[in-house]
């Protein structure tokens, strides 16, 4: 009894050093996630037990939105932080071809945890572009080690066409399984580093973050992910009139070039049968690293958030991809789990959020001073309670002077928004910020 008396000590001293410690960061970010996912219920078919085991421990938000529904717009405003009407990031940059004196006078979230003392571990797509980081000079950097020579060295895939849908001989518009051995997909060896990284003896705390390319354009994947879907595909609902009411400003969002082709080819079902397999896919991969972390020694101090740089149309609003200020390209899986609680289970918010919040959060969460200029709101007090409501809305910027400002549900539903299918207002910024709680429901928090 002595003996059980005093691992009963030591196991509780654990415990209170592992709450004691700084959390470490498992960062995952996907690519053009839509809510096509179990815990969304954006398609009925969706299969996505991974993630969804994650929005079960954590908290599911689900109403969260991008900051912009672009790759590059959408990570430089989360990585760096700061809104792209604050930033002027508006468009497509790769990373390393910002003009340094724009971004130099920022620091990435990365680049602060590396500066505070964690070793930072990345593999696969964070930043938008083909640079892998964002390094100052003078030695500031973001990453303590990246996986970018694996990735850049894999043999270009084999598909499979016959088993699915290819627009001519394109490597882009490609909607088929591959053949190519599972080490030979660039998120195969992104959750291998993520395994591999999460198996190691830390000596500091560390932010690890893996990012997926699927299920980004090809929408490919290994077969065994197709034949999860060899039902017929269930079509989302799409008026035939469903633009005819919308306001002119919002119809500048429309992208029907990008629709007409699978229409008159008959070919969406084919298109969305390879999103969800890619879906599958990406979902495959996060299960690996979420697995590694549970049997790791980091299962308790570790904080795991979940996001998608932004969502996809699928041939709703009569668009094929993103680059639109309505929901399907701007809402977005987002989930945060804090290993660190002892009772987390299946908590969800429908509040609006961003994930231009995620910097605030994790530099909060983890006790270190986010810089002054950096936007969005600490989602903290979700974590602390999921009923937790707050004033401030969710903002999605494309291009200048067009925005949308997300609420939640319970202050947005008017006949106007409803009857377009928007659940919100799309309304030119022309340069002035609209004011939460402009319309009179709720006045903000901070007043
Ligand atoms: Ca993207």
């Known amino acids: 009894m002595q003996t059980l008396a005093r691992l009963l000590l030591v196991a509780a001293m654990a415990h209170a050093l592992a709450w004691a410690a700084p959390p470490n960061i498992l960062f995952i970010a996907i690519d053009d996630l839509n809510d096509w996912t179990g815990f969304l219920d954006g398609h009925p078919q969706a299969q996505t037990p991974h993630m969804d085991r994650l929005a079960s421990k954590g908290v599911n938000f689900r109403n969260a939105h991008t900051a912009a529904p672009g790759c590059s717009p959408s990570r430089n405003a989360l990585l760096f932080g700061i809104q792209p009407f604050h930033s002027g990031l508006y468009p497509f940059y790769d990373t390393d071809k910002i003009d340094a004196h724009i971004v130099d006078q920022y620091t990435t979230l990365p680049q602060l945890f590396n500066e505070s003392g964690y070793d930072t571990f990345a593999s696969g797509k964070i930043h938008h572009g083909t640079a892998w980081t964002y390094d100052k000079d003078g030695g500031r950097r973001e990453w303590t080690e990246h996986n970018a020579e694996r990735i850049a060295g894999l043999p270009p895939l084999v598909y499979e066409p016959e088993a699915g849908y290819v627009q001519g001989n394109s490597r882009k518009m490609a909607f088929c399984p591959t053949t190519s051995p599972l080490e030979h997909h660039r998120d195969y060896v992104?959750?291998?580093?993520?395994?591999?990284?999460?198996?190691?003896?830390?000596?500091?705390?560390?932010?690890?973050?893996?990012?997926?390319?699927?299920?980004?354009?090809?929408?490919?994947?290994?077969?065994?992910?197709?034949?999860?879907?060899?039902?017929?595909?269930?079509?989302?609902?799409?008026?035939?009139?469903?633009?005819?009411?919308?306001?002119?400003?919002?119809?500048?969002?429309?992208?029907?070039?990008?629709?007409?082709?699978?229409?008159?080819?008959?070919?969406?079902?084919?298109?969305?049968?390879?999103?969800?397999?890619?879906?599958?896919?990406?979902d495959w991969n996060v299960g690996r690293v979420l697995d590694a972390l549970e049997n790791s020694p980091y299962s308790e101090n570790t904080i795991v958030v979940l996001w998608s740089d932004h969502g996809y149309h699928l041939g709703e609003k009569r668009s094929f991809r993103k680059f639109s200020l309505w929901e399907e390209?701007?809402?977005?899986p987002f989930i945060i789990w804090d290993t660190r609680e002892d009772a987390a289970t299946g908590r969800s918010t429908d509040e609006a959020v961003s994930l231009i919040d995620i910097y605030p959060t994790l530099a909060e969460m983890a006790g270190l001073d986010a810089p002054s200029y950096v936007d969005g709101a600490s989602l903290v007090p979700f974590l602390a309670d999921a009923t937790y409501q707050r004033a401030e809305p969710a903002i999605t910027t494309w291009g200048r002077g067009q925005a949308n400002i997300w609420f939640a549900p319970e202050l947005s539903t008017t006949a106007d928004s409803t009857d377009i299918g928007l659940r919100k207002y799309i309304r030119p910024l022309c340069g002035t910020m609209l004011v939460p709680g402009h319309d009179g429901v709720r006045t903000p928090r901070s007043t």
């Open 190 to 282: 992104t959750s291998e580093f993520g395994v591999d990284v999460l198996s190691r003896e830390h000596q500091r705390p560390f932010f690890l973050a893996v990012g997926f390319y699927k299920p980004h354009l090809p929408f490919i994947a290994p077969m065994r992910f197709f034949e999860l879907y060899q039902d017929g595909i269930e079509a989302p609902p799409v008026k035939t009139d469903d633009l005819a009411d919308v306001p002119w400003p919002a119809r500048r969002n429309v992208r029907l070039n990008d629709d007409i082709r699978y229409r008159q080819e008959g070919t969406w079902e084919d298109v969305r049968r390879a999103y969800l397999a890619s879906i599958s896919w990406t």
């Open 329 to 332: 390209a701007t809402h977005v």
